[in-house]
């Protein structure tokens, strides 16, 4: 991996604690496999992110140009939703729609998304990939679902096989971001 490689966490919601937990784990853990890897969480509590509304990218506010400028100088990402009634966050499609067409374009993304119910993991098969897919971005094969019963009382996954999905995540990342980096270099 090249130095200066940065992966950037996204907790795409602006309430609770779960979706930001299960993302700092996947960051935490890619940091640990790829020691030159830099890392920043950006958890949407933090900012105050103005909706989007076409205007110039220059006229939003600070938290919202900040916001912009850690998506557009990150070259892997970990990006997460809780799941509200069968559908991603309002904030994190907000961001989304913020960004240029090719802010994400031949960068990797991992996907979380917690949720209720057993089947709001189906959010990120037909929401978030197809957006991936806009941005041109390459989209790892696994991703992580938990379920609220996956956590403990203080919002920290706590289930082995949510565990072991957070690290293959993170690995899947880290492997794919090296792979592409490799190309990028031998194409010159």
Known sequence: MRIGMKMLGISGTIIGEK???VVRKVVKHAALLEPDLKTEMLDLRDYEVQFCDGR????????????MAAVLSADCFVIGTPVFQASMAAPLKNVFDLLPP?????????????????QHFLV???????????????????????HRDHFNDRHEVVDASVLQRIK????????MSKALQ????AAG
Do not use: H, M, W
């Not at 990120?124 to 938990?146: C, H, M, S, W």
């Open 56 to 67: 110039n990218p220059a006229a939003y506010n600070l938290d919202t140009q900040k916001v």
């Open 19 to 21: 979706t930001s937990s």
């Open 102 to 118: 090719d802010a994400f374009r031949d960068k990797v993304i991992g996907f979380i998304a917690t949720g209720g119910t057993y």
């Open 124 to 146: 990120i098969e037909n929401q978030l990939k197809p957006i991936a897919g806009y941005f041109r971005a390459y989209v790892t094969p696994d991703y992580v679902y938990a």
């Open 182 to 185: 490799g190309i990028r270099t």
């Open 168 to 175: 293959g995540l993170a690995r899947q990342i880290v492997e």
